[in-house]
């Protein structure tokens, strides 16, 4: 990647900010993908779906998988999406910094959380 | 400077600083103008209720009995909410994520099409995406509350 700290840094002009736009886009094509596997297996499964059903579907190494990386992607698109939000409507900075520190924490903490559940069972 | 036969015509309203209770409400959108707002409002409801979905994606899969909570919480009740406000939390996600996830696809589809960002189908593509996720959110939502 091209330097872009020091008096080399990149503040304004066309392109800032692509990075951010295609990951947004790169992650929801995968999340997508995920929506789609999920609910084929839900409605081609016969009869009510209990618990030995549901985990099922979670069970195999391919699905912890995949459902790992949906979790990191997911990760980054909402801090894209609520880093968009706070940017159109909080003007303040101490507010907007106050408010992207709390989304990380928050969006991390989750993530945590979601992965310790996917590899815990 | 000329003087002009015409009247002046009618002064239009200026917006300069919208207010959010006087404004907003007589404000009329256009269907793509409902779909782009309620892509940012599903969007921050799901990451309000992040842990909301985390708990339900833990209950369900852990064990049999934390999936018997699980579906305890929506028929008996939990944390002294009755059952069907649960059901009514989770129809919102429901919602929110139908909405998001159909409102996305149409994102991406005008970003590989240069056909996809004209008018006429800015305004087609945003009443199809709104009766996507309205019908399959009312048809979930019949059946979450067993109508059928």
């Keep these: 990647m091209s330097v872009n700290y020091g008096s080399k840094r990149i503040v304004v002009g066309a392109h800032y900010g692509l990075r951010d736009w295609l990951s947004q886009r790169v992650t929801a094509a995968v999340m997508a993908i995920f929506t789609i596997v999920l609910l084929a297996q839900l409605l081609l499964s016969k009869g009510p779906i209990g618990y030995d059903k549901w985990s099922g579907i979670f069970a195999s190494q391919a699905m912890k998988t ?25 003007k303040p900075v101490a ?25 815990r069972f | 400077m000329s003087e002009t036969a015409t ?22 959108l256009p269907a793509a103008g409902w779909v782009s707002i309620l892509h940012r409002v599903s969007g921050v409801m799901m990451f309000a209720l992040m842990p909301f979905i985390i708990w339900m994606f833990d209950t369900s899969i852990s064990s049999e009995i934390s999936f018997t909570r699980f579906t305890n919480a929506f028929s008996v009740g939990m944390l002294g909410l009755p059952g069907f406000i649960w059901k009514l939390l989770a129809l919102g996600l429901i919602w929110a994520y139908l909405h998001h996830f159909t409102a996305g696809l149409r994102h991406l589809w005008m970003d590989i099409s240069h056909k996809a960002v004209e008018l006429q189908f800015g305004k087609s593509s945003a009443k199809v995406v709104l009766t996507i996720s309205l019908t399959l959110t009312a048809l979930l939502g019949a059946k979450l509350f067993g109508l059928y």
Excluded at chain 1, 110 to 115: D, I, L, P, R, T
């Design chain 2, 7 to 28: 009247p002046p015509a009618k002064k239009r309203p200026e917006f300069r600083n919208i207010n959010a209770f006087t404004d907003l409400p007589t404000y009329r």
């Design chain 1, 66 to 90: 995949l459902t790992f990386a949906v979790i990191l992607c997911l990760l980054w698109h909402v801090w894209v999406g609520m880093r968009d939000v706070f940017m159109d409507y909080v």
């Design chain 1, 95 to 119: 507010v907007r910094l106050s408010l992207q520190v709390f989304t990380i924490v928050w969006l991390v903490a989750c993530s945590g959380w979601a992965v310790q559940v996917l590899w």
